[in-house]
C-alpha cells in the first residue's frame, strides 16, 4: 500500500514539473500587457483576453508558417511510416542475397551524427535544385535506421506462419501488409509515425538552411521572426507558441491508447 502511494506521488510530482512550463505558456498567452510589466509575477491573468491570439493569427506570414509546418510534418511522417513498414517487411519475409550485409550498413548508420550529415545533405539538395520546396524539408527525414530497428522487432515477434497463411489464401504483400501485419502491430506503427511528426515538426535547423523565402519558413524558424517581443507584445508571442501546441495535444489525445500499449509493452500481436 505504501509503495502504491509513493508511487503515485512521484507520478503526480513528475507530472505537475511536466505540465507546468505549458500551463504558465497557455496561461501568459491571456495576459494583457500590464500582466507582463507589473511589479508582481502573475500566473494567471488578471483580465483574460484573445487579443493576443487574434493579434498571432493576423500576422501576415504566420498561418502559412503553420501550413508548412503541418503539411511538412504530416507527408514526413508518412512517407518515413510507409518505407519503414516495406523495409521491416522486405528485411523479415523476404529472403534475398546480402540482405544481412545491408541491414548492418541501414543500421550502422544510427552511428553518424546528424550534424554530420548537414553538409552532404544540403549539397545534395542544393544540386537538386530543390531549395525553398517542401521536398527539400522532407526527403532527409524519410528514412530512420531507428524507427526500423523498432519496426523489425515488432514484425519478427508476429511470426512467419502468418504470411505463410496468407500466401497460401492468395494474398497479395500488400493486402497481407495492409490487413494483418500492420494492425497486428499498430501500437508501434503509430508510435513511429508520431515519433515521425513531432520530431518534424520540432526541426528548426535544417528547414532554416534550405528555405530562404518568408512564404516556406516553418513555424519553428519563422516564431522567431514575427517581431512579437520586440514590439513588446509579449501575449501575442505566447499566443503563437499555444496555437503550435495543440496539434500535439490533439493528436496524443486520439492516439492517447495506442500509444500507452505501446510504452507498457502490452502490444497485441
Known amino acids: 500500500m505504501l509503495a502504491r502511494i509513493s508511487r503515485f506521488i512521484l507520478t503526480l510530482l513528475l507530472c505537475i514539473i511536466i505540465a507546468f512550463p505549458l500551463f504558465y505558456c497557455i496561461s501568459m498567452s491571456f495576459f494583457t500587457n500590464i500582466d507582463f510589466t507589473d511589479a508582481y509575477a502573475h500566473f494567471l491573468p488578471s483580465h483574460p483576453v484573445l487579443d493576443n491570439f ?8 504566420y498561418p502559412r508558417f503553420i501550413i508548412n509546418s503541418l503539411l511538412t510534418s504530416a507527408l514526413t511522417a508518412i512517407g518515413r511510416t510507409l518505407i519503414t ?21 541501414l543500421l550502422g548508420t544510427m552511428f553518424i551524427p546528424p550534424d554530420a550529415l548537414l553538409y552532404p545533405n544540403y549539397r545534395t539538395i542544393a544540386g537538386l535544385g530543390l531549395i525553398d ?38 494474398a497479395k504483400d500488400s493486402v497481407y501488409i495492409a490487413k494483418i501485419l500492420c494492425p497486428m502491430a499498430g501500437s508501434v506503427v503509430f508510435t513511429l509515425f508520431l515519433q515521425a511528426f513531432i520530431s518534424s515538426f520540432n ?14 519558413r516553418t513555424v519553428q524558424v519563422g516564431i522567431t521572426m514575427l517581431g512579437f517581443a520586440d514590439g ?19 493528436i496524443l489525445g486520439l492516439g492517447r491508447k495506442r500509444l500507452s500499449e505501446y510504452l507498457s509493452g502490452e502490444i497485441r500481436l
Open 85 to 105: 513498414v516495406m523495409a521491416a517487411f522486405a528485411f523479415t519475409h523476404i529472403r534475398f542475397r546480402f540482405r544481412q550485409i545491408l541491414l548492418i550498413a
Open 232 to 250: 513588446g507584445e509579449y501575449g501575442a508571442q505566447f499566443a503563437a507558441i499555444t496555437i503550435i501546441v495543440l496539434p500535439f495535444l490533439i
Open 54 to 61: 487574434r493579434t498571432a493569427l493576423q500576422n501576415r506570414y
Open 133 to 170: 520546396t517542401y521536398a527539400a524539408i522532407i526527403l532527409p527525414s524519410l528514412f530512420s535506421a531507428s524507427a526500423l530497428l523498432l519496426m523489425i522487432s515488432s514484425f519478427v515477434s508476429a511470426g512467419q506462419e502468418y504470411y505463410d497463411a496468407a500466401r497460401i489464401d492468395g
Open 203 to 216: 526541426s528548426y535547423l535544417w528547414p532554416l538552411l534550405v528555405t530562404n523565402r518568408n512564404s516556406m
